[in-house]
């Protein structure tokens, strides 16, 4: 929660938000990215999704523009104004990386890793808490 406030405030100096700039960086800045794949490739709701899209395009960083190999679909453009802030959140990233890797050792990044990685599978994979049936 401490990284999410920490990206929250930094993306705050640009009047934008950490799932914007995630977003941002997540959208393919040349070709776009169908709407159905950002919610999947960001682990977020569509509901979630939904609405900051809807935050984004209002702000005039995104369009969307019909699939031209899916006739349903949509693609999610960048705007000129979407690519300088998907740079900006690049940059606040690229930023956090290096202060990690300048005050903690590899070895001790790769095992952090491991435990993180290990965790997100008891989550995704439900084996945290066990549901019991109740008669």
Known sequence: MA???M?????????STMATGFALISIDPE??????ALGPKMGMEATSLSRTLKAM???GLIERK?????GRGVLIHLTPFGKEMRTFSKGVVLQFD?????NISDEELKTFNKVAHTIMELINNKRIYKTTVQS
């Open 66 to 70: 019909p699939n031209p190999e899916d």
């Open 31 to 36: 070709e776009g990215t169908p709407s159905t």
């Open 3 to 5: 990284v999410q406030k």
């Open 7 to 15: 990206y929250n405030e930094e993306a705050g100096r640009k009047d």
């Open 57 to 59: 395009e209002k702000k």
């Open 98 to 102: 290096e202060a990690v890797k300048d």
